[in-house]
């Protein structure tokens, strides 16, 4: 799920939230909320039961068997392209493969990286620290005292949930630092003030969390001293989203923020110096996407009138720090998107940043100069008609890593100092794309607007209704969906025939602020709508047939799953629906749910429930209708989308004795898998019922 560009890191910082304790009134209301109890004997035995089923029906296929060994091949590829991330002169990586499961934290000398050079040098090997402290250690990131770059703050997750532990790390010594900074697991994040000072935001204890299961309270803590005796910097009100600290280091300099998250949506942004707070001057509803030369960078969700200027929602744009805190806003433009064009992300480096913009869901790259106080763009030469994401920068050097790939052309990661651009490394072609085709096309909504989508197929496809065909989306948070090359699909599904379709629905940002906001809160049903116009042209074309035709979503596409199977059960042979949310009562109440309400609404109130409930699959879901046999796949350490959703969907449909398939992974968090070896099982089963069910082949549950 997507918010601002910072938020979106702090995100990996979540933490684990109890669910809530439930009154009789509301278990005599609904009688699976003993489902939500995560880890409680008698879930997990129901939990048992479902896994059980659904290994019969998936795994004693051939084809699971196959694609299982097929994924591996890829996931765990010698060959595979190691992203680097940028921190001073080196670039690090983590590696996993066949031997080292849990992965390797390394790094290289950006010099040598770019010869492709081998000469790696491992810092931790999170296989031995898991075996070794009897955990199942995920690496989550870490964070940099800039500029020498010799420590680091270390994240490690427990079985890949959204807690994590945080641990000082010399990176000469390859060691964790004795006596170091250390917090023990817990949504939050920590930014360097100094060597011997951090800004942090944890669970202090009792009051410290909001009602989203964020930290509410920043604190500035020595380092030699304790969480009981750090100060109290910032803090938030329990009912806001969180709280968050953040640092730039900047023409030599450390500039540090917290950022106040009031909700997905709005925010204010303080500047910290001297121990003192000073509020900058912003739009509530911009996203903080940076800062570069003494200036943040901000891309407008609404128009905003200042200095007798109008600038108009899905601007990108700069401010002097130094300028606003002293009362005078000065706003620069840096990219201006039209009706068909969006800014996607933008990297930082020592002289210059580079701007990532999609064009009718194409990525286009410019890298812009601030001369004179005024902004010059300068088109790179990148590749087009496909999918670019900027990978690393740095403001301490001129590199930047970005990728390439589409549909059918495998990634190739790039490196530049400048315009000018060098392949880096291409990944294997690992299925035949030779004999297929990529087109986009636009089907018309129910309430007219154009809806793109691209569709993988055959080239010698025949149009009689028979093809077997899957349509993915996401739809939500202001997240873009673009044409990539996937190894998963192009093995699972482009192999065996299927045809592949993305649907650029609503409520994600492929044509900026206002895409999304179309499909907000009351005006969600937008969203399933141009899903169903997707699926309604591609049988009307003759591509498929409700009879051949599934439909897959993951998190908020997971709900848009849930959704589409109880609107439209007339329309899908097979549906994935993958760590969803679908108790859309109850979703506010549980783990991170209370920070989607700027997105969903509040059910809370009546006015906002009465929208809600119209589409909520679990109040949805009727004893007297025909559905498909939907595919239920969520884990049990999902600390972000509550497992319960799934669970209470799926035993609700069998007492009414719908027919549908279960399995929730025991570690993996909310992707639901934590290594190779677990993606590999989670991806061969999900095509594997696909193959199943969309070739009208019935699944064997002997």
């Given at each position: 799920?997507?918010n601002?560009?910072?938020?979106i ?9 109890t ?5 009789q009134?509301?278990?005599e209301e609904?009688p699976?909320l ?10 997990l035995d ?11 029906i998936?795994t004693?296929?051939?084809l ?5 060994k097929?994924y591996?091949e890829?996931?765990n590829?010698k060959?595979?392209i190691?992203y680097?991330?940028?921190v001073?002169?080196?670039?690090y ?8 499961e849990r992965?390797?934290w ?8 770019l010869?492709?050079?081998s000469?790696?040098?491992t ?5 031995a ?5 009897g955990k199942?250690?995920v ?7 800039e500029?020498a770059?010799?420590?680091?703050i270390v994240?490690l997750?427990?079985g890949?949930t ?7 790390f010399?990176?000469k ?9 250390t917090f023990?697991?817990s ?5 360097w ?6 800004l ?11 009602t989203?299961?964020?930290p509410s309270q ?13 100060k ?5 009100d329990t009912t806001?989203?969180?709280a968050?600290p953040?640092s ?11 950022y ?8 204010n942004l303080?500047?910290l ?5 000073k509020q900058?001057t912003?739009?509530k509803d ?6 570069y030369s003494?200036?943040l960078?901000?891309s ?9 200027t109008v ?5 990108l ?10 009362g005078?806003?000065k706003?620069?433009?840096?990219y201006q998107?039209?009706?068909r064009?969006s ?7 020592k002289?210059?940043?580079?701007v990532?913009?999609m064009?009718?869901v194409?990525?286009?790259?410019y890298k ?6 005024e902004w010059?763009a ?7 008609f ?9 403001n301490?050097?001129n ?6 790939s589409n549909?059918?052309t495998?990634t ?5 100092t400048?315009t000018e651009?060098?392949p880096?490394?291409?990944l294997?072609?690992?299925?035949k794309?030779?004999n ?6 636009n ?9 793109p989508?691209?569709?993988?197929h055959?080239?010698?496809l ?23 090359y996937s ?14 379709v993305l ?10 602020p206002s ?11 937008n969203?399933?709508d ?14 498929t047939s409700?009879d051949h ?10 709900l848009m799953a849930?959704v589409?199977f109880?609107q ?7 549906v994935?629906v993958g760590a ?5 009562k109850r979703?506010?109440?549980?783990l ?5 309400m ?16 119209k589409?909520?699959?679990y ?14 796949v ?5 600390d972000r989308?509550?497992?319960g959703?799934?669970?209470?969907m799926?035993?609700?449909m ?5 027919p549908y398939?279960?399995?929730e992974t ?5 992707g ?6 677990q993606?590999?099982e989670?991806?061969?089963?999900i ?7 969309l ?8």
């Amino acid at each position: 799920m997507k918010n601002s560009t910072l938020l979106i890191l702090f995100v990996s910082f979540l933490t684990l939230q109890t669910a809530a304790l439930y009154s009789q009134e509301q278990a005599e209301e609904d009688p699976y909320l003993w489902l939500e109890e995560v880890e409680s004997e008698k879930s997990l035995d129901w939990v048992k039961e479902q896994n059980k089923n659904s290994e019969q029906i998936l795994t004693s296929n051939p084809l699971y068997e196959n694609l299982q060994k097929r994924y591996l091949e890829v996931y765990n590829d010698k060959d595979k392209i190691a992203y680097p991330n940028i921190v001073g002169d080196y670039v690090y990586n983590l590696w996993q493969d066949e031997k080292y499961e849990r992965g390797l934290w390394r790094r290289m000398l950006t010099k040598d990286y770019l010869k492709n050079n081998s000469n790696w040098e491992t810092l931790i090997d999170l296989d031995a620290l898991s075996e070794k402290e009897g955990k199942k250690w995920v690496y989550a990131g870490a964070t940099f005292l800039e500029p020498a770059n010799d420590i680091c703050i270390v994240a490690l997750s427990d079985g890949g949930t959204d807690q994590d532990e945080l641990r000082e790390f010399n990176v000469k010594s390859k060691k964790f630092v004795a006596n170091g900074i250390t917090f023990p697991s817990s949504k939050g994040g920590v930014s360097w003030i100094n060597k011997n000072k951090v800004l942090v935001a944890r669970d202090f204890g009792e009051g410290s969390m909001t009602t989203s299961g964020y930290p509410s309270q920043i604190k500035l803590m020595d380092r030699n001293g304790s969480m009981d005796e750090a100060k109290l910097i910032f803090k938030t009100d329990t009912t806001n989203l969180g709280a968050f600290p953040a640092s730039f280091y900047d023409n030599n300099k450390q500039y540090i923020f917290i950022y106040e998250a009031i909700s997905f949506y709005e925010s204010n942004l303080f500047f910290l110096v001297d121990n003192q707070l000073k509020q900058i001057t912003y739009p509530k509803d911009a996203e903080f996407a940076g800062f570069y030369s003494g200036s943040l960078i901000v891309s407008l969700q609404s128009d905003w009138n200042i200095n007798d200027t109008v600038y108009k929602k899905g601007t990108l744009l700069s401010m002097n720090l130094q300028d606003n805190l002293n009362g005078k806003v000065k706003v620069k433009t840096i990219y201006q998107p039209n009706d068909r064009s969006s800014f996607v992300s933008v990297s930082t480096s020592k002289d210059f940043i580079v701007v990532n913009s999609m064009e009718n869901v194409q990525n286009k790259l410019y890298k812009y100069t601030l001369n004179n106080d005024e902004w010059s763009a300068e088109k790179i030469n990148a590749p087009e008609f496909g999918s670019i994401y900027l990978t690393s920068s740095n403001n301490q050097t001129n590199d930047y890593f970005f990728r390439f790939s589409n549909f059918i052309t495998p990634t190739t990661l790039y490196h530049s100092t400048g315009t000018e651009i060098k392949p880096v490394k291409k990944l294997k072609n690992f299925f035949k794309t030779d004999n297929l085709e990529v087109k986009q096309f636009n089907a018309t909504s129910k309430d007219g607007t154009k809806i793109p989508y691209f569709i993988v197929h055959q080239k010698d496809l025949q149009y009689n209704g028979k093809n077997p065909t899957m349509i993915y989306a996401y739809g939500g948070f202001n997240a873009s969906s673009q044409p990539n090359y996937s190894s998963t699909i192009g093995i699972g599904w482009l192999e065996q025939g299927g045809v592949y379709v993305l649907a650029n629905i609503r409520g994600g940002g492929e044509f900026g602020p206002s895409w999304h906001q179309a499909a907000m809160k009351e005006k969600r049903q937008n969203a399933y709508d141009d899903f169903y116009a997707v699926s309604e042209e591609l049988i009307a074309k003759k591509i498929t047939s409700a009879d051949h035709l599934g439909a897959f979503g993951w998190s908020n596409g997971g709900l848009m799953a849930g959704v589409v199977f109880t609107q439209r059960p007339d329309l899908y042979k097979a549906v994935v629906v993958g760590a969803p949310l679908l108790d859309m009562k109850r979703y506010s109440k549980l783990l991170a749910g209370a920070s989607w309400m700027g997105e969903y609404g509040n059910p809370d109130i009546p006015e906002e429930w009465a929208y809600i409930k119209k589409y909520s699959p679990y109040h949805n879901v009727s004893k007297d209708k025909e559905y498909p046999e939907v595919y239920f796949v969520t884990s049990t350490k999902d600390d972000r989308v509550h497992p319960g959703h799934a669970r209470k969907m799926a035993a609700k449909m069998k007492d009414m004795g719908h027919p549908y398939i279960y399995h929730e992974t025991i570690e993996g968090g909310h992707g639901a898998a934590s290594t190779n070896a677990q993606q590999a099982e989670m991806w061969s089963s999900i095509y594997t019922y696909f193959n199943m069910k969309l070739n009208n082949k019935p699944l064997d549950k002997k």
